[in-house]
């Protein structure tokens, strides 16, 4: 077998976000927003919530929790 050096990694450039992104992303924190590459506070609130398996109906095709059973 023979043996094939790698090519040495080529090193990843990180630039920051410019002026507008920080200035947007300033204002969606304000708003109390996702912002990209953070947890989403809401999403993981609604996930850690009850489930509803024994109630849910299927209405029009879409689960309805809240329509109860019938």
Do not use: N
């Not at 043996?3 to 976000?17: C, G, I, R, T, W």
């Not at 920080?22 to 953070?38: E, F, I």
Request: proline share 14%.
């Amino acid at each position: 077998m023979v043996s094939v050096p790698l090519p040495a990694p080529v090193p990843v450039q990180v630039h920051p976000d410019p002026p507008i992104y920080q200035a947007l992303y300033s204002l969606w924190a304000s708003q109390g927003r996702t912002l990209p590459g953070r947890r989403d506070a809401e999403w993981t609130r609604l996930a850690a919530g009850p489930v509803w398996a024994d109630r849910t109906v299927r209405v029009s095709g879409i689960l309805a929790p809240w329509a109860g059973a019938r």
